[in-house]
């Protein structure tokens, strides 16, 4: 069983910056693929990046590249999501996901356990 904790998120001005962080519990975490999305009002949950087990690969969503970038820290068990140039299409709840799978994975049905998610709000 792994529990996930997201923070890091609040208000900022289009432009600008936010780092989220995913605090995980649980020994394995290191065998785990792990996964950002996110799900704005009105609007399914989607994919935004991921990161393989090792550390070693990332994808990102298109609407995100270039502006996001995904790490982990398995000495702390934490992923991070770097995000630069927030727009106002960024805005949405933020969950962090950990597959068993290992490889990364843009698909939701992949992810074994979801964090509660985490508010980014951004003003024009």
């Known amino acids: 069983q792994v529990q996930l904790v997201e923070s890091g998120g609040g208000l900022v001005q289009a432009g600008g910056s936010l780092r989220l962080s995913c605090a995980a519990s649980g020994q394995t975490f290191g065998y785990y693929a792990m996964g950002w999305f996110r799900q704005a009002p009105g609007k399914e949950r989607e994919f935004v990046a991921t990161?393989?087990?090792?550390?070693?690969?990332?994808y990102y969503a298109d609407s995100v590249k270039g502006r996001f970038t995904i790490s982990r820290d398995d000495t702390q068990n934490t992923v991070y999501l770097q995000m630069n140039s927030l727009k106002p299409e960024d805005r949405a709840v933020y969950y962090c996901?950990?597959?068993?799978?290992?490889?990364?994975?843009?698909?939701?049905?992949?992810?074994?356990?979801w964090g509660q998610g985490t508010q980014v709000t951004v003003s024009s």
């Open positions: 990161i393989n087990w090792a550390g070693s690969s990332t």
């Open positions: 996901a950990a597959s068993k799978r290992g490889a990364w994975s843009a698909a939701k049905y992949d992810y074994d356990y």
